[in-house]
């Protein structure tokens, strides 16, 4: 079965300090990773995600993140953290087998940046 | 472009009331995603649509729950009669999926939610 593991409920990070936020999946043959970023009283923003190709993805915001196949991760990082980035983030996989359009969605990480 | 439209944006009913959510999604997009999110379960997918037509429908949580798509710009979920659990907030989303290709996936956009709270 598929399945989405985000081991921290929160992560907490002084501003200008590099940030991760952790994500590990489980999926039947290759995955599709997304990030999402939820800000209070919002829908879901997408950030980005992963396919096929290279490794490291960058996306929005300046937020990159690298898919490991060996440990079925796909760690969100920014090299530099900023108050404005405090906000709920999910991990999000789907697998390639068959046409079922069904993300399965990680429990989200509260991330706290402090001035 | 609007994004997704939900409406309303906030909901307040008595508990064996009847509540009509609606969702349009983007223009163009195929696919389409109703949501629940709550502080206990999280983000749980209710039904999707691809093409007006319900594919998978497991998340429902019961019968007094129903979702229909009549048309390519329009959805509704309905719970009948509510009840004080329901209360979460209801997320539609909509993507584009290009072709029958396995790697043609796009990302979900997501409306502004609805806060649902049944007294």
């Known amino acids: 079965a598929q399945s989405v593991a985000q081991p921290e409920d929160q992560v907490n990070v002084a501003e200008g300090n590099p940030l991760t936020v952790k994500c590990t999946y489980s999926?039947?043959?290759?995955?599709?990773l997304f990030w999402y970023v939820q800000y209070p009283n919002r829908g879901l923003q997408f950030l980005l995600k992963y396919i096929t190709g290279d490794n490291l993805v960058k996306g929005s915001y300046g937020f990159e993140a690298e898919f490991n196949k060996s440990q079925t991760s796909f760690h969100l990082k920014k090299p530099s953290a900023l108050v404005s980035d405090s906000a709920l983030y999910f991990c999000a996989v789907r697998g390639h087998a068959g046409n079922n359009r069904k993300l399965i969605w990680g429990l989200g990480t509260s991330l706290a940046v402090n001035p | 472009d609007a994004g997704v439209i939900q409406s309303p944006r906030h909901e307040v009913t008595e508990m064996g009331q009847e509540v009509t959510l609606r969702c349009k999604p983007i223009s163009g997009h195929n696919s389409l995603f109703w949501y629940r999110q709550t502080m206990m379960r999280g983000l749980e997918l209710l039904i999707y649509?691809?093409?007006?037509?319900?594919?998978?429908d497991s998340g429902m949580p019961e019968d007094r729950f129903s979702a229909k798509m009549p048309n390519a710009s329009f959805s509704t979920l309905k719970i009948q009669p509510s009840e004080p659990r329901d209360s979460a907030v209801y997320f539609c989303a909509s993507s584009l999926v290009t072709g029958l290709a396995r790697g043609s996936y796009n990302e979900q956009f997501f409306g502004p939610g609805t806060r649902l709270t049944v007294l």
């Open positions: 999926v039947s043959g290759n995955p599709y």
């Open positions: 649509f691809n093409n007006n037509v319900p594919i998978d």
